[in-house]
């Protein structure tokens, strides 16, 4: 793969950004952006599993190329495995240019199979972009699985950020061997009102981490509160101390995981390893009860990073992630009451309770944690 400069993205004051909760929301809001393209539409999604969601999204991608709209699709070779190859021939029969990120090795450095384009990104006409967790597949569709669709969110996002979302998918585009993109970089709908204050923030493995060195430094200076959603919950030692200090500081720190429905129960297991030492700092940890939760989301103070990173130690060592970060107190006030309603759907853990579990568990989830760590430190060496 070619090597190529990555973009800096600095704040944007003039955006809008509308939260989309669970597919209801944000599927029809995708595919009535790709239905009104007119000149372009980029794609760069980790999930895309043939099924229901995938037909609806490749036939409006279709569509769109029938019209001459210029359709760049990037996917990644591991999350789109259960794509059909019958679904590719036609998105590429269409005139889509579709791209696969990393296919896996068989032989050659097996080691690389570990990078993953995990990014979560939409982006219509260089006018709009839909960023957040989900992927293309029946698990997020309440319409497809009203019983077991996965809680998740999205940003529909719309200002002069849009066009740092265009760039980061060009540079992703041009860093597959693809010729480069020419971006038009159109000036924003004057009749939105923008004056949200707007950052792309990036993880791109190991050398750039702009993801997790912002929410550090947000965790460090919070003063009201600290709320994070995320699906996996495998902290880094850096991101416990920083979240302990904060609850020492008398922040209101609190964690929205998932319970018992997770597409990973291992991961779960091995997440309850460290819940007594946080419980013990005045952390709240919630469970939630309905369904997988698979939202990826911080909030601190005013400050709000959303999108594709889950927060732990394995997305950040190995993945290329992309958030949104937004610093502005009304759509944080947007954000907290999502919080509310999901704690609302949730158990809060009881320190006391907790501490009495059941030992042979306390040792299956410690075990299974250290052995993580082992595997870590074996692929830092690599």
Same mark, same amino acid.
């Given at each position: 793969?070619?090597?190529?400069?990555?973009?800096? $993205?600095?704040?944007?004051?003039?955006?809008?950004?509308?939260? =989309?909760?669970?597919?209801?929301? #944000? $599927?029809?809001?995708?595919?009535?952006?790709?239905?009104?393209?007119?000149?372009? @539409?980029?794609?760069?999604?980790?999930?895309?599993?043939?099924?229901?969601?995938?037909?609806?999204?490749?036939?409006?991608? !279709?569509?769109?190329?029938?019209?001459? @709209?210029?359709?760049?699709?990037?996917?990644?070779? $591991?999350? +789109?495995?259960?794509?059909?190859?019958?679904?590719?021939?036609?998105?590429?029969?269409?005139?889509?240019?579709?791209?696969?990120?990393?296919?896996?090795?068989?032989?050659?450095?097996?080691?690389?199979? &570990?990078?993953?384009?995990?990014?979560?990104?939409?982006?219509?006409?260089?006018?709009?972009?839909?960023?957040?967790?989900?992927?293309?597949?029946?698990?997020?569709?309440?319409?497809?699985?009203?019983?077991?669709?996965?809680?998740?969110?999205?940003?529909?996002?719309?200002?002069?950020?849009?066009?740092?979302?265009?760039? &980061?998918?060009?540079?992703?585009? /041009?860093?597959?061997?693809?010729?480069?993109?020419? =971006?038009?970089?159109?000036?924003?709908?004057? +009749?939105? +009102?923008?004056?949200?204050?707007?950052?792309?923030?990036?993880?791109?493995?190991?050398?750039?981490?702009?993801?997790?060195?912002?929410?550090?430094?947000?965790?460090?200076? /919070?003063?009201?509160?600290?709320?994070?959603?995320?699906?996996?919950? =495998?902290?880094?030692?850096?991101?416990?101390?920083?979240?302990?200090?904060?609850?020492? *500081?008398?922040?209101?720190?609190?964690?929205? =995981?998932?319970? /018992?429905?997770?597409?990973?129960?291992?991961?779960?297991?091995?997440?309850?390893?460290?819940? /007594?030492? &946080?419980?013990?700092?005045?952390? *709240?940890?919630?469970? $939630?009860?309905?369904? #997988?939760?698979?939202?990826?989301?911080?909030?601190?103070?005013?400050? !709000?990073?959303?999108? +594709?990173?889950? #927060?732990?130690?394995?997305?950040?060592?190995?993945?290329?992630?992309?958030?949104?970060?937004?610093?502005?107190?009304?759509?944080?006030?947007?954000?907290?009451?999502? #919080?509310?309603?999901?704690?609302?759907?949730?158990? *809060?853990?009881?320190?006391?309770?907790?501490?009495?579990?059941?030992?042979? &568990?306390?040792? !299956?989830?410690?075990?299974?944690?250290?052995?993580?760590?082992?595997?870590?430190?074996?692929?830092?060496?690599?």
């Amino acid at each position: 793969m070619a090597v190529h400069r990555l973009p800096v $993205f600095r704040w944007h004051p003039h955006n809008h950004f509308t939260l =989309l909760r669970n597919g209801d929301q #944000f $599927f029809p809001a995708m595919l009535a952006a790709i239905a009104n393209a007119r000149h372009s @539409v980029f794609l760069e999604i980790y999930l895309f599993e043939t099924g229901s969601v995938a037909a609806r999204f490749i036939d409006a991608l !279709v569509a769109a190329a029938s019209r001459k @709209v210029d359709v760049r699709v990037m996917i990644d070779a $591991f999350g +789109s495995l259960a794509l059909a190859s019958a679904d590719r021939s036609r998105l590429s029969r269409a005139g889509v240019e579709l791209h696969v990120f990393n296919p896996l090795q068989v032989i050659g450095d097996r080691l690389r199979n &570990l990078t993953r384009d995990h990014r979560k990104l939409l982006v219509v006409d260089e006018k709009v972009a839909f960023v957040g967790g989900a992927g293309i597949t029946d698990d997020f569709s309440p319409r497809t699985r009203p019983h077991s669709y996965w809680r998740e969110t999205m940003l529909e996002i719309r200002g002069d950020v849009v066009h740092d979302w265009a760039r &980061l998918f060009a540079h992703a585009w /041009a860093s597959a061997d693809n010729p480069p993109l020419r =971006l038009r970089n159109p000036p924003p709908d004057p +009749s939105l +009102s923008l004056q949200q204050r707007g950052r792309v923030s990036i993880a791109h493995g190991p050398a750039v981490q702009d993801v997790k060195h912002n929410a550090g430094a947000r965790i460090e200076r /919070a003063r009201r509160r600290v709320w994070l959603a995320t699906p996996y919950f =495998l902290p880094s030692l850096t991101l416990r101390r920083q979240l302990a200090a904060a609850s020492r *500081r008398g922040v209101d720190v609190r964690l929205l =995981l998932p319970g /018992a429905q997770t597409d990973h129960p291992l991961l779960w297991l091995m997440s309850h390893h460290y819940y /007594a030492r &946080l419980l013990r700092q005045g952390i *709240r940890i919630h469970e $939630f009860q309905p369904r #997988f939760i698979h939202s990826k989301t911080l909030l601190v103070d005013d400050w !709000v990073s959303l999108g +594709s990173c889950n #927060f732990d130690r394995w997305n950040l060592r190995w993945n290329l992630e992309a958030n949104q970060e937004v610093d502005d107190p009304g759509f944080a006030d947007q954000v907290a009451a999502m #919080f509310e309603e999901d704690l609302a759907q949730s158990s *809060r853990i009881d320190p006391a309770s907790w501490e009495q579990r059941w030992p042979l &568990l306390r040792r !299956v989830e410690s075990s299974l944690e250290d052995a993580g760590r082992a595997i870590e430190r074996w692929l830092d060496r690599r």
